[in-house]
């Protein structure tokens, strides 16, 4: 695999702040024009996008209905 | 549009903090269906830290235990409602982390998060299971991607697990991590960054 040149290597450490929101604004601009010029950053950045969407697709399950109705057992239990 | 994007999501965490702490308040003087709501929260929280921090769905029951009694003792004497969910994040991550202690070896798996790892009598059983009232196919997807991401948290060293987690799944601040796990904001998003980098890399290889 061929060495990112050191401009992307050290865009690519930004990436979380960015997709966070945490990137000042010249700073995104300056991403976001090299990721339209680089397929390399590009792609990472998706897939970054991708990951995140990932994990945050698996949060908040619903619990299983026996582990749901034992909560609420052990809740009306407690407080009567 | 990726900035509003991002806020929006922000804006979206914000929210659920402040949605705890307005069921703390109410909680706290006596509203006992918001007292219902928090307890069965602290057992929601409990139960997924069960299977994705400790990988024990046996363990589940005792730190759901934990959490729901911790929270009704903690409700009565809170002083600051707003650093509740901190409050209770930490509480059920330390008692995963005793849990976890107990126990000779680390977890060799992840349960999935989607079945629950229980079977319909709320015994520990195997992962995966069907969700009726789906197509075959998005069946299949939903495993794959559950099957997937499983593996790709469990091959994450513990310390970046339980950022992800806390972070991308259960959606609290950098600074409400930072409260939870003791690391500065810094370290947080820094060991963020890089678990998200290596779950990307666990992904794409399958």
């Known amino acids: 695999m061929t060495r990112r040149p050191a401009f992307c290597r050290v865009l690519l450490e930004r990436l979380s702040a960015y997709l966070d929101g945490d990137l000042p604004a010249g700073q995104c601009r300056s991403l976001e024009a090299h990721a339209r010029t680089c397929p390399r950053c590009a792609g990472v950045l998706a897939e970054l996008r991708q990951t995140i969407d990932l994990c945050r697709s698996a949060a908040g399950k619903p619990l299983p209905p026996a582990v749901r109705k034992a909560a609420k057992d052990r809740i009306r239990r407690l407080i009567g | 549009m990726t900035k509003r994007r991002n806020l929006n999501l922000l804006s979206d965490r914000s929210a659920r903090a402040d949605e705890y702490e307005a069921l703390v308040r109410a909680a706290a003087t006596g509203d006992r269906a918001a007292m219902e709501r928090l307890l069965m929260r602290a057992q929601?929280?409990?139960?997924?830290?069960?299977?994705?921090?400790?990988?024990?769905?046996?363990?589940?029951?005792?730190?759901?235990?934990?959490?729901?009694?911790?929270?009704?003792?903690?409700?009565?004497?809170?002083?600051?409602?707003?650093?509740?969910?901190?409050?209770?994040?930490?509480?059920?991550?330390?008692?995963?982390?005793?849990?976890?202690?107990?126990?000779?070896?680390?977890?060799?798996?992840?349960?999935?998060?989607?079945?629950?790892?229980?079977?319909?009598?709320?015994?520990?059983?195997?992962?995966?299971?069907?969700?009726?009232?789906?197509?075959?196919?998005?069946?299949?997807?939903?495993?794959?991607?559950?099957?997937?991401?499983?593996?790709?948290?469990?091959?994450?060293?513990?310390?970046?697990?339980?950022i992800v987690l806390l972070r991308e799944m259960e959606g609290l601040s950098t600074r409400e991590v930072a409260g939870v796990t003791g690391l500065t904001e810094d370290n947080v998003k820094t060991r963020l960054h890089r678990a998200r980098v290596m779950l990307r890399e666990r992904l794409g290889s399958r």
């Not at chain 2, 991550?93 to 680390?106: F, G, H, I, L, S």
């Not at chain 2, 299971?129 to 789906?134: C, H, L, Q, R, S």
């Not at chain 2, 196919?137 to 994450?156: M, S």
């Open chain 2, 44 to 162: 929601e929280v409990a139960f997924r830290f069960s299977l994705l921090v400790c990988g024990h769905a046996e363990d589940a029951e005792d730190v759901m235990q934990e959490a729901l009694l911790k929270t009704y003792r903690y409700v009565g004497r809170i002083e600051r409602p707003e650093a509740f969910r901190t409050w209770l994040y930490r509480t059920v991550t330390n008692a995963c982390r005793m849990k976890r202690r107990r126990r000779v070896d680390e977890p060799a798996h992840l349960v999935s998060i989607e079945g629950g790892g229980v079977d319909a009598d709320g015994r520990s059983a195997g992962v995966d299971v069907a969700d009726a009232g789906k197509t075959p196919d998005e069946l299949a997807l939903n495993a794959w991607l559950g099957r997937r991401l499983r593996r790709a948290l469990a091959a994450l060293p513990p310390q970046y697990r339980l």
